[in-house]
């Protein structure tokens, strides 16, 4: 079956710090990959997606990257991070339900930058 | 531009009523409209979608409607339980679009 695997869950990391999250998936090929940002008390966020190696788009112009170096992997990156950087960071694939796209979330992992 | 609101940011009700969330979306026409839970700390989950042709689906103790005239979607759960409570997330979708989720509603389910 079909998983996302986000680490790490937490990082407190010093603001000017770099940042590297990454994404894993299992059980398919090719998947578009997605990543979202959640502020406190705010909806989700689409920051970039991915529809094949090498191939990012972004969403809106900030302070971070994203990198697909494999099939089955993305990476979130900032070379500075500021502490509006802070918030819920979600890594998702496209998956069917019903002859439509859905999406399926990894677990998240929370970054509190200080 | 797209919006996207969802009736209140917190919702609570007495275990075994019926709660209803509301979905009310502008500027697009959604192709489906899909339903999450999100449970704190922890990534969204997909629980139904109802296609644009579709008036009502039910799932279990989940009812959800789509009215394409009124641009909104209600999404019922009946018997509510205390562990129903979670934040719901509604998501118009249109084909060859990015996924565009609503604020959320909180509920809570009081024993």
């Known amino acids: 079956s079909q998983t996302i695997h986000q680490w790490p869950a937490t990082l407190v990391q010093p603001v000017g710090s770099p940042l590297s999250l990454e994404c894993t998936v299992e059980?398919?090929?090719?998947?578009?990959l997605y990543w979202y940002r959640q502020a406190a008390g705010r909806g989700l966020q689409l920051l970039f997606y991915s529809v094949g190696i090498g191939q990012i788009s972004s969403e809106v112009p900030q302070n971070l990257s994203a990198s697909r170096p494999q099939d089955r992997q993305f990476i979130l990156s900032s070379k500075k991070l500021l502490l509006s950087d802070s918030g819920f960071y979600l890594c998702?694939?496209?998956?069917?339900?019903?002859?439509?796209?859905?999406?399926?979330f990894g677990a998240g992992t929370r970054l509190s930058v200080l | 531009s797209q919006k996207i609101e969802q009736n209140s940011e917190a919702l609570n009700i007495q275990e075994g009523k019926t709660a209803t969330l509301t979905c009310n979306y502008t500027?697009?026409?959604?192709?489906?409209l899909q339903w999450y839970r999100q449970d704190p700390g922890r990534g969204p989950v997909f629980l139904l979608l109802?296609?644009?042709?579709?008036k009502e689906k039910r799932k279990e103790r989940l009812k959800v409607t789509f009215d394409t005239t009124l641009k909104q979607s209600l999404f019922h759960i009946t018997a509510s339980q205390p562990a129903d409570s979670a934040t719901y997330l509604c998501?118009?979708?249109?084909?060859?679009?990015?996924?565009?989720f609503g604020p959320g509603t909180r509920l809570s389910v009081l024993p």
């Open positions: 998501a118009p979708h249109n084909y060859g679009q990015n996924f565009v």
């Open positions: 998702a694939m496209d998956r069917v339900w019903e002859a439509k796209n859905i999406q399926y």
């Open positions: 500027n697009y026409s959604p192709a489906y």
């Open positions: 059980g398919t090929s090719n998947p578009n």
């Open positions: 109802i296609r644009e042709n579709e």
